[in-house]
C-alpha cells in the first residue's frame, strides 16, 4: 500500500488549505482513513478519521474547523482545513487501515507527510 500526501504549504491565519492523499495498492473503499499530525518533539496525534461508509470523527482542536472527506473514485482522502492558526502548524500524515483499531498502529499504512506552517 502506497499514500501519497499532498497540499500543504504556507498560510496566513485565519487561511484555507486542502489536504489530499491518494492511495494505491489496495481496495481503497474498504479501508478506514485517517489525517494525524506531529508537532516538533511530540508524538503524533489523530486530528480526524473517517469510515468506510463516510462517517467521520474529529479532534476537539479540529471541530468546527477541519472536514475530512473521501472520493473512493479517487482512491483519495482529503481534510479540509478553515480558519487555521499558528496552532496548527505540523506535519500533517494521511493513513490508512482495515479498521480503527489498525489506524495509526505499525499495522496500518502511512503518508510521507506534508508540512503546514501557519503565520500570525
Known amino acids: 500500500v502506497q499514500l501519497q500526501a499532498s497540499g500543504g504549504g504556507l498560510v496566513q491565519a485565519g487561511g484555507s488549505l486542502r489536504l489530499s492523499c491518494v492511495a494505491s495498492g489496495t481496495i481503497f473503499r474498504n479501508n478506514v482513513l485517517g489525517w494525524y499530525r506531529q508537532f516538533p518533539g511530540k508524538e503524533r496525534e489523530l486530528v480526524a478519521r473517517i469510515t468506510t461508509g463516510g462517517n467521520a470523527n474529529y479532534a476537539e482542536s479540529a471541530k468546527g474547523r477541519f472536514t475530512i472527506s473521501r472520493d473512493n473514485t479517487k482512491s483519495t482522502v482529503y481534510l479540509q482545513m478553515n480558519n487555521l492558526n499558528p496552532d496548527d502548524t505540523a506535519v500533517y500524515y494521511c493513513?490508512?487501515?482495515?479498521?480503527?483499531?489498525?489506524?495509526?498502529?505499525?499495522?496500518?499504512?502511512w503518508g510521507q507527510g506534508t508540512q503546514v506552517t501557519v503565520s500570525s
Open positions: 493513513a490508512l487501515a482495515r479498521h480503527f483499531g489498525l489506524l495509526g498502529s505499525n499495522f496500518g499504512s
